[in-house]
Structure formats: structure tokens, C-alpha cells
């Protein structure tokens, strides 16, 4: 455990003096108890609400993603309230989007508020009035992920999502000489778009690509569902 991520631990507990730290045998650091939130994402829809969580933060944080489960019993275990039937973690995005958040906002803090923080609203708004997801909710399985990272990689494709994902499991300057992907014709290492595929690469290494084109591949029965925020 650094400094660095001791100071973020301390100043995570002290905004939530409910929640603590859980001894354990696990290797990254585990926190539990009741996490308040109060948050507005919708015009005049101020949600103040909590949910008691188990959050299980990596050793390797923030080049590995947190599980979250939730142990109060309150959101229902099943599939259309995003949690993994096999865990019962909480889906809070596709392994990419989470990354790509990550990588931008490295910290404990910017995990809770721009992954965490936006399911438990909507997931509290649906709960309490039966509304919607108000975020892109994405389809179960396969299909979400290739959506979201369709989204993500700007393509209209599934084929296209996949061929970016095989060619960021490459060295670059491999992948630079296969034809790109946006179907201008010309190699990835003679079109702009290799800066789309720098951006990504800079998110996080070419094993994890490697997982998530494996995960599509197989039809990994983990990869059920997400909700993407807006």
C-alpha cells in the first residue's frame, strides 16, 4: 500500500465515517459498511440514499477495477438490476468504459463518483419510483459489450469493434501495418485513426485487450450487462 493511496484511503473513510475497513486474507484492501451518497443527475431529482456495500479494492488499483457487492439485501438479485448472477457483484460498466475511467480519474474518489456513485442513482431512482435506468442502459451479454465499445471506439460495426480489439492486442508497430479499421482503405500507421488506437492503448496493456476479445470470442457468461453513463 503507497503513501499516495493511504492518504486517499483515510480521506475516503472520513467522508464515510459508516464504512471501514474489513481485516481479511484478501490481497487488495476490503471496505464495508453503509455508504451515503447524495446526488442530482436529473433536473430536480436530488436522491440522498444508501446502500450497505462491500467494496474489494485491488492491490493494483487503479490498473485494476474494484468489485462492489451489495449486502443489505436491497437491490434485487437479478440480472435486469445489473448484478452478476455468479457473484452478485454489481455491474457497473463494461471492463473498458471502467478502465478508460480509471485511467482518467486514478484515485479512490473519482472510482465512487464516476463509476459508484452514478449506478446506486439510478439503481435508487428505479427502486423507489419504477423509472428507468436514466443512463444508456446496454443489452445482456456479448451484445452490450460490442455496443458500448462500438461506442467507445466510434465505429458502426461489430466487426469493427473486433478488429480493433485484435489489433490492440498487437504491438504497434504490427498493428500499424494492418488495414485500419474506420474502412478507409489505407494501413492503421497511414490513417488518423491510429490515434484512436494510441488513446486506447494508453488506457491499459494489451493483455486485458487480449481478455475482452477472448470474453467476446467465448460468450463469457460474466460479461451480462451494464449501465453506461450518458
Same mark, same amino acid.
Given at each position: ?11 475516503f473513510l472520513k467522508r464515510h465515517p459508516e464504512m471501514s475497513i474489513v481485516p481479511s486474507n484478501y490481497e487488495g484492501t476490503i471496505i464495508e459498511g453503509e455508504f451515503c451518497f447524495s446526488a442530482t443527475y436529473l433536473q430536480d431529482k436530488q436522491i440522498n440514499d444508501s446502500f450497505r456495500l ?26 435486469? %438490476? =445489473? +448484478? ?11 471492463? *473498458?468504459? $471502467?478502465? !478508460? ?51 467507445? %471506439? =466510434? +465505429? ?11 489489433? *490492440?492486442? $498487437?504491438? !504497434? ?58
Open positions: 500500500m503507497t503513501v499516495a493511496f493511504e492518504k486517499e484511503l483515510e480521506s462491500k467494496i474489494e479494492i485491488p492491490k493494483f488499483f487503479p490498473k485494476e477495477i474494484p468489485r462492489v457487492t451489495e449486502i443489505g439485501g436491497k437491490i434485487p438479485r437479478h440480472i435486469d %438490476f =445489473h +448484478v452478476f448472477s455468479d457473484d452478485d457483484t454489481l455491474c457497473l460498466g463494461s471492463p *473498458l468504459r $471502467l478502465r !478508460k475511467c480509471l485511467n482518467e480519474f486514478p484515485t479512490i474518489q473519482g472510482f465512487i463518483e464516476k463509476c459508484l456513485v452514478p449506478y446506486l442513482y439510478s439503481m435508487s431512482l428505479h427502486i423507489k419510483t419504477g423509472e428507468a435506468f436514466i443512463f444508456s442502459e446496454l443489452s445482456h451479454g456479448i451484445k452490450g459489450l460490442l455496443d458500448d465499445y462500438k461506442d467507445m %471506439f =466510434h +465505429v458502426e460495426t461489430n466487426e469493427q469493434a473486433i478488429l480493433i480489439l485484435e489489433l *490492440l492486442t $498487437l504491438k !504497434k508497430r504490427e498493428s500499424n501495418k494492418r488495414g485500419c479499421p474506420c474502412g478507409c482503405g489505407r494501413r492503421v500507421g497511414k490513417c488518423k485513426f491510429k490515434e484512436r488506437l494510441d488513446l486506447f492503448r494508453s488506457i491499459t496493456t494489451r493483455d486485458v485487450f487480449k481478455e475482452e476479445l477472448k470474453r467476446i470470442r467465448n460468450g463469457d457468461a460474466k460479461a451480462k450487462c451494464s449501465i453506461r453513463e450518458s
